[in-house]
């Protein structure tokens, strides 16, 4: 390589310049720093004839891209100076507005619609084994969503538009609901590359309100008890008044699951909430209560008869304003005020322990709980008094 040049007084320093530095090691370099088309470059070398050389690749390049704008069609250089003026009120290059274009767009220009998104995960999640009652609640909630942006692809809605459509859903329980279907949409399709981030993700939950958790009196389960056996359905009280089994849970069992000997009741993945097996001991009371009425085999619940007889033992307990799962609710309130064991509890609820705690704990006092696990049959009333007073 020839000898590097020195330039003469008053000439123009070289470009790009090469700065000689020395490091506390003693150790010397020889770095070019310079921005070329935007980009910024900054390379070090050992020896100033490779700094040279390095400094001539750069100023080869350079003027080729300067070559390069004459040699641009007269057409692709007026449309060039028309997107830099469009875009110059937003501080913005056309380099940059062309990579987003290609990142948000361009990229995801095979993914499916909105609404070709929202049919695959349907069916995806249809054939994973989930509850029909899931399956649903996703269909009808994304279904709403797709009906207003589907022909849209996922990549191209921005997180103000899913904003203001959530805004329009006043109750912020329902809001929650729609926003936690949408993060799983988005979640997938990210998974899929169907588009580059979950933009649900900088949307925040609404602030809910602490769900109430209603409950049955003592004196109102004495006086579904007395009336249970009336109705056929002492079995479905009992297991979720003593053992806090969930309704839709109780609607799926079948004798074949109560293990009498063992007094052990095994809830299979199929019929549980949580989709995990669920073991419950039968407790005393349960015991007494449900002895006459063990079965080898066949549903706990006639399904077809249920509705009819539940609302006439309701009727006849004199019971007009039922809370939501009432008989689980009672069982975990007064289950936790009697054994003073929130885990205990937990675990027979197949629930958290943050949540009984929050939900269930010093709902009722440790006297009414005394009365409640005290409840039993009298044999000589043909099993349908208990020894409590059912007239408040």
Not at 167 to 196: E, M
Not at 238 to 267: C, S
Not at 340 to 345: E, F, G, P, S, Y
Not at 366 to 385: G, H, M, N, Q, V
Request: positive net charge; glycine residues 4%.
């Amino acid at each position: 390589m020839p000898p590097t040049k020195h330039r003469k007084s008053g000439s123009a320093p070289p470009w790009p310049p090469i700065v000689r530095r020395k490091y506390p090691s003693g150790q010397v370099a020889y770095q070019i720093a310079v921005m070329v088309n935007g980009q910024r470059i900054r390379e070090a070398f050992k020896t100033r004839e490779e700094a040279d050389e390095r400094a001539a690749q750069i100023r080869i390049e350079h003027q080729n891209l300067g070559n390069a704008a004459f040699e641009m069609p007269m057409d692709l250089r007026v449309e060039a100076s028309r997107c830099a003026s469009k875009l110059k009120p937003y501080d913005v290059t056309i380099t940059e507005a062309v990579t987003y274009y290609i990142d948000r767009v361009l990229r995801f220009r095979v993914s499916p619609t909105v609404d070709e998104a929202v049919k695959k995960l349907i069916h995806e999640k249809s054939g994973n084994g989930r509850r029909p009652r899931t399956i649903t609640d996703m269909q009808s909630r994304l279904g709403k969503f797709a009906a207003d942006f589907g022909a849209r692809k996922l990549s191209e809605i921005t997180v103000d538009e899913v904003i203001e459509w959530l805004s329009k859903i006043v109750n912020t329980v329902t809001r929650d609901n729609y926003r936690r279907h949408l993060f799983h949409l988005w979640h997938v399709a990210v998974k899929r590359k169907w588009t580059g981030e979950n933009v649900i993700a900088d949307i925040d939950r609404p602030r809910l309100p602490e769900p109430s958790r209603g409950i049955l009196t003592v004196e109102q389960v004495a006086r579904l008890l007395e009336h249970a056996d009336d109705h056929g359905l002492v079995p479905y009280i009992i297991l979720g008044t003593f053992q806090g089994i969930r309704p839709e849970e109780l609607h799926k069992l079948d004798w074949k699951q109560v293990n009498w000997t063992e007094r052990m009741i095994t809830l299979e993945s199929g019929v549980t909430k949580t989709t995990w097996r669920r073991i419950i001991t039968l407790n005393d009371t349960t015991v007494a209560w449900l002895a006459p009425f063990v079965r080898r085999e066949g549903p706990l619940v006639d399904a077809v008869k249920f509705r009819e007889q539940f609302d006439a033992l309701r009727k006849a307990a004199k019971i007009t304003q039922w809370p939501k799962d009432g008989l689980r609710h009672s069982f975990g309130s007064y289950h936790c005020a009697m054994f003073k064991d929130i885990t205990r509890t937990a675990t027979e609820m197949g629930n958290s322990v943050n949540v009984v705690h929050r939900h269930y704990r010093a709902l009722v006092t440790e006297a009414d709980a005394k009365r409640f696990w005290s409840l039993r049959p009298d044999a000589e009333a043909d099993r349908k008094i208990v020894p409590i007073a059912a007239s408040a």
